[in-house]
């Protein structure tokens, strides 16, 4: 039956996740069957997800350039397609592609048992500075922090007006808005996260999602629901633990990130040529550019065309991705549909991520 280009991405989801799960579910089965951990130590317990072995094998490169050997890493494989000799250094887990609230808690619960630090940081989330590890030292030795992110979320906040423990925007400077808002407070999320094991099982918390958010949005509608991290972020605030969020120039050094690739992923295991990709976007109308799907969409093709790029430097030749276009075909498109794109959707911060790890590679 013929998809439309809004009906395609919730398809291949679920129709990539069964595939995935033929070479994950019986790795998965016995993992919960045996539940090892890391063996005790000091450092950090480094965890990331993958669905784009590419996009692993940068990750992981600059992960070994920028931290060697300060964390512990174990890389959940939800393709099953990953080659664990090519990351000698990480444990990697082939694992269901279940939501990543429920590989978190997986990971922070059982495999990082035996650590005090449990770090969850996504894929498309680069480690660039070798300072990341003393950073997360120096904060998690502030008495009462229970975690420290990396990359919070901007684009709504926690009003905390009601509780004593309300504090001002992070790194915001005094202001007439700034009063306004002083008891709105960044929410961590879960982009880069290292979180305090003992706290965060002492006060049994959970990764998961949950319904009826209440606080206001910054930038657009109210966010209505808690993602990944965010009620258990709310928890640890009102009784009154340090959730920690980096300067803007710390993270600027710390990490550099792209943006929602899963479902451009997605839509590449599904095609089996570059022309049925351009096709997929050629198809929708061109007023309907003006939402965020298609530009998102190509957005996250794009980052994906410079993980390419990258990996090809890393390896000699490309990654096998039929169904990626040439980037100037991409770009192409977004040419012709100018007119219909706000002005505030633009490539600028892909650009920037692009150029800084190509430069940094």
Known sequence: ????????LGYVFKRNSLRFALRTLLPTIRYCVARPSLPPGDKPALCTMNILPPMMTVWYHFAKKNIGDGADIVIFDCTGRLDPKEFPDARVLPFLNFYASTKGNIFIRSIAHNRRIAWICDDDMFLMSPQCIAILQRELAVPGTASVSFRPREWWAFDLSHSATSLPLQGERPSEEADKRATLIQPSSSYCIALDRGIFMREKLSLAPASDN???????????RYDTFDKANEILLQKGYRCAILSPEERQKCVAEFSGLSGAVMLLYHFKTSNQTLDYFRSAPRENWSGNLLFGLMSAMLSVSTIQDLYTKLKGCPYPLPSLPARGELLKILEERKQFIRPDQTLDALERTSERLRSAL
Request: no cysteine.
């Open 1 to 8: 039956m013929a998809r439309s280009y809004n009906q395609m």
């Open 214 to 224: 209440p606080h206001p949005g910054l930038l657009t509608r109210p966010p209505r």
